[in-house]
């Protein structure tokens, strides 16, 4: 009962299961992001069969994790359907110190809860010992940063390169930032050594973008995605593309083609609903098929490409647990 593409992708559709809280008293096998749809949400990682997936722990979800002999089972309906292990999360993820610089944003995007959650501001001291704390594990193999926007798009660009400056003179591992672009924000990441980038453009539909990123720029972040392969190469730019927005299959498909022609890996990202969005904004957790349908897809859009998401070795093309990932999962 190993995990398989098809069994990965019910686990994605379904994003939560009920644990005991025992199984989780290790204090690296859970992680409560603190940036994106999913912040605030205690979760935890399973892997099994090469496979890995991040579940939310939920006492009410249809899953159930149960313990068997060393490793865990997950059961659906009365029935196991899968065996593996709970892995540890070092700080977010597995293998990388994940971290969030601000955990604030004045963007409100209806699907995400940062801007009401209010929370902490990392300064580089912090983020320098919470890296050395994953570093000790002998576990880490690269450093991810990402930031909401606590005051400007140049403020938090400039934390982050003063963050990254600071880590690449310590650690000779890849670095992976994640933030809203600025004109220059590539360069100036790049020069500070950054490996890898991801400008996120949340849906290539026009209409639901300018609904529910109503502060944001579809048009910027495209333009900053084609500037910064220039910048860093093909396979170390990438993007999460939500769904479940209301976004059709032709929408996503005819976008991630326009990302592929600009060197661009797009990440299938599934919506995760977030109490404190209730009300703002109606979502739908997509369908294991239309998971496994999307990605394969996509993965032959990205063949066509030459674009490898297995060769990424930042954030979350190399962890895999939200998505279905191309040459990875399938």
Same mark, same amino acid.
């Given at each position: 009962?190993?995990?398989?593409?098809?069994?990965?992708?019910?686990?994605?559709?379904?994003?939560?299961?009920?644990?005991?809280?025992?199984?989780?008293?290790?204090?690296?096998?859970?992680?409560?992001?603190?940036?994106?749809?999913?912040?605030?949400?205690?979760?935890?990682?399973?892997?099994?069969?090469?496979?890995?997936?991040?579940?939310?722990?939920?006492?009410?979800?249809?899953?159930?994790?149960?313990?068997?002999?060393?490793?865990?089972?997950?059961?659906?309906?009365?029935?196991?359907?899968?065996?593996?292990?709970?892995?540890?999360?070092?700080?977010?993820?597995?293998?990388?110190?994940?971290?969030?610089?601000?955990? /604030?944003?004045?963007?409100?995007?209806?699907?995400?809860?940062?801007?009401?959650?209010?929370?902490?501001?990392?300064? /580089?001291?912090?983020?320098?010992?919470?890296?050395?704390?994953?570093?000790?594990?002998?576990?880490?193999?690269?450093?991810?940063?990402?930031?909401?926007?606590?005051?400007?798009?140049?403020?938090?660009?400039?934390?982050?390169?003063?963050?990254?400056?600071?880590?690449?003179?310590?650690?000779?591992?890849?670095?992976?930032?994640?933030?809203?672009?600025?004109?220059?924000?590539?360069?100036?990441?790049?020069?500070?050594?950054?490996?890898?980038?991801?400008?996120?453009?949340?849906?290539?539909?026009?209409?639901?973008?300018?609904?529910?990123?109503?502060?944001?720029?579809?048009?910027?972040?495209?333009?900053?995605?084609?500037?910064?392969?220039?910048?860093?190469?093909?396979?170390?730019?990438?993007?999460?593309?939500?769904?479940?927005?209301?976004?059709?299959?032709?929408?996503?498909?005819?976008?991630?083609? *326009?990302?592929?022609?600009?060197?661009?890996?797009?990440?299938?990202?599934?919506?995760?609903?977030?109490?404190? /969005?209730?009300? #703002?904004?109606?979502?739908?957790?997509?369908?294991?098929?239309?998971?496994?349908?999307?990605?394969?897809?996509? *993965?032959?859009?990205?063949?066509?490409? #030459?674009?490898?998401? #297995?060769?990424?070795?930042?954030?979350?093309?190399?962890?895999?647990?939200?998505?279905?990932?191309?040459?990875?999962?399938?």
């Amino acid at each position: 009962m190993v995990m398989n593409a098809e069994i990965k992708a019910l686990l994605v559709s379904i994003g939560s299961a009920d644990i005991n809280e025992e199984l989780l008293k290790d204090a690296l096998r859970t992680t409560r992001p603190s940036a994106g749809p999913g912040a605030g949400i205690e979760s935890f990682f399973f892997k099994s069969g090469g496979h890995r997936v991040r579940l939310a722990a939920n006492k009410n979800s249809p899953l159930k994790v149960i313990k068997c002999c060393s490793d865990v089972i997950l059961i659906k309906d009365g029935k196991p359907i899968v065996s593996g292990r709970l892995e540890p999360a070092l700080s977010h993820c597995p293998e990388q110190a994940y971290l969030t610089i601000s955990g /604030r944003c004045v963007y409100d995007c209806k699907f995400c809860p940062v801007p009401r959650l209010e929370g902490e501001i990392k300064d /580089r001291e912090e983020i320098l010992e919470l890296v050395q704390e994953a570093w000790r594990t002998g576990l880490l193999r690269a450093i991810s940063l990402t930031s909401g926007v606590e005051s400007s798009a140049e403020e938090e660009v400039k934390r982050a390169v003063s963050v990254v400056l600071a880590l690449r003179a310590r650690y000779d591992v890849p670095i992976g930032v994640s933030v809203y672009p600025t004109e220059t924000s590539s360069e100036e990441l790049k020069h500070a050594g950054a490996t890898e980038i991801k400008y996120n453009v949340e849906t290539m539909d026009s209409e639901i973008f300018s609904r529910v990123c109503p502060s944001l720029s579809l048009e910027h972040i495209l333009k900053s995605l084609e500037k910064a392969v220039l910048i860093f190469g093909e396979n170390r730019v990438s993007s999460n593309f939500i769904l479940g927005l209301g976004e059709s299959d032709e929408c996503v498909l005819a976008g991630v083609a *326009k990302l592929a022609d600009m060197g661009v890996i797009p990440i299938l990202r599934p919506i995760s609903p977030h109490p404190l /969005r209730k009300g #703002d904004i109606d979502v739908k957790r997509p369908s294991p098929e239309r998971l496994l349908s999307l990605a394969r897809a996509t *993965k032959k859009i990205l063949a066509e490409h #030459d674009l490898r998401p #297995d060769l990424a070795e930042t954030m979350c093309l190399p962890c895999t647990g939200c998505d279905i990932t191309p040459f990875r999962d399938l």
